[in-house]
């Protein structure tokens, strides 16, 4: 089967500075994968180079055999680091919105997770919690039957008990076709849901291996191991 | 029981472990059948992949056998079973006494030091 990303001599500068440099990177379907890299490693730049919210100065992207675009954004699921939603919109506006934007959405799946989560449909975005929004907007990218999810630091707002909720989701959508790409620095809470890691500093990529790989080379976590490779 | 996992060992390897301890302890009766790899990869917060590979590593052991559309069962060898829950005790014992050696106890002394101690809780 063929690669759900592909990624060629990817190389993306911001005025004379490199935040890419380089990057070849094979993703199989059915994996979760952690992307995991100190501050200004370059994952933001990584995923928005996939989703073409920018261009490469060098190399080639492609995802599902295609190059980032219209086809493509149809099976990529994107959970920006920052929202993009209008924030006067309810929960069902905003539910709607994506129905008739996303072909694979599932408005019901949604509605499911607001239940669980304790989320009225009828609030107004602008009225809730910085976590509440998260939660909100991961749910909109979870409800998705998309065959890449791009997730940018999907958990960092959100407190413990809810934590536990999402990466439960992300298990329980699992899917064979489907591969999941989360960002993030809190390795501990998300380690044992991923598959494979990759490490990422100043726009080079350091290390991919999976999760029971570096626990049995290594004999220590994949958090411990990011503590030690990226030491101030 | 819940599963818990440490960080310093491979996942996968201690889900076999864990899923071992429930056969011997017979949460898991002999030619029960077991749940999905996604319903077990939820109940653990693991990924679906990690417990897909403890289940093969249990079935290439024989402990854990596959119909190919009704699912899994465990063995229905008890036999088998009781080996491992041998094997398992002992383990358990050798690393007793690899603790007390550290604290200065030889076999013979933490042998007559458990005996004490059971006459004591008598």
Redesign the interface.
Known sequence: MNQILQCRNLTKGFSGRLALNNVNLDIER???IGLLGPNGSGKSTLIKLVNGLLTPNAGTVLVNGQAPGIESKKVVSYLPERTYLNDWMRVSNLISFFSDFYSDFDAKKAYDMLRRLNINPQDRLKTMSKGTKEKVQLILVMSREAQLYLLDEPIAGVDPAAR?YI??TI??N?NREASVIISTHLI?DI?????DVIFINAGNIVLTSS??QI??KE???V??LFREVFRC | MTWELKTDRPIYTQLVDQIKLRIISGIYAPGEKIPSVRDLAFEASVNPNTMQRALSELERDGLVFSQRTSGRFITEDEKMINEIKDSLAKEQILEFFEKMEKLGYNKKDTLTLMENTLKEMA
């Open positions: 059915g994996r979760i536990d990466l439960n298990i329980t699992y501990s380690e044992q849901v991923l598959d999760v029971d626990r049995e004999g220590k976590s958090d411990t």
